[in-house]
C-alpha cells in the first residue's frame, strides 16, 4: 500500500509537523516500555521526513511505496545531491524492517534495536527540519 504525498491539502510544512508528531509519539511509546509501538511510530516518522526531503528538492509522487521511498532517497538525496549521509539509506531500510516485524512477527522485539531505532529516528527528523529549513 502506497502513501500519498500530501499534495491534495497538505504542504511541506504540514508533513513534517506529521514526522515530528510520530516521532513525539514513538519516544513516548519507548518511555512506557511500549515497543512495537515505539518501532512502528520511529519508522512513520522517518518515512514521513523522508518525503519532506524529497518534496523539498522538487521529487514528488501522488503515492509512494517503501522500496520506491527509500529508493527515490537513496537516489536522489544521498547519491545524486549528496545533503544526506550514506547512512540515513542504511536506517530507512532497517527501520523499515523493524516496523514490519514489530507489525507483523509475533515475536518480541529487540529492546536495544528499538531504543536505537528511535534514536535514529530522532536524528534523521532533525536533520531534515534542519535541512528543510534552508
Do not use: N
Not at 528538492?57 to 538525496?77: C, I, M, P, S, Y
Not at 534495536?113 to 536524528?123: G, I, N, T, W
Amino acid at each position: 500500500m502506497g502513501q500519498g504525498t500530501g499534495d491534495k491539502g497538505e504542504g511541506k510544512a504540514d508533513l513534517l509537523e506529521r514526522a515530528k508528531e510520530f516521532l513525539r509519539v514513538a519516544e513516548m511509546a519507548l518511555d512506557s516500555d511500549c515497543y512495537h509501538a515505539a518501532a512502528l511510530c520511529a519508522y512513520a516518522a522517518m518515512f514521513w521526513a523522508a518525503i519532506v526531503a524529497l518534496t523539498q528538492v522538487g521529487v514528488r509522487r501522488e503515492k509512494w511505496t517503501h522500496g520506491g521511498l527509500k529508493d527515490a532517497f537513496r537516489d536522489e538525496l544521498v547519491r545524486r545531491r549528496q545533503v544526506y549521509p550514506d547512512k540515513f539509506v542504511l536506517w530507512l531500510s532497517e527501520a523499515y524492517e523493524l516496523r514490519c516485524d514489530a507489525h507483523y512477527d509475533p515475536m518480541m522485539l529487540p529492546v536495544k534495536k528499538v531504543r536505537r531505532l528511535v534514536a535514529h529516528a530522532k536524528e534523521f527528523v532533525g536533520t531534515v527540519m534542519e535541512a528543510t529549513r534552508k
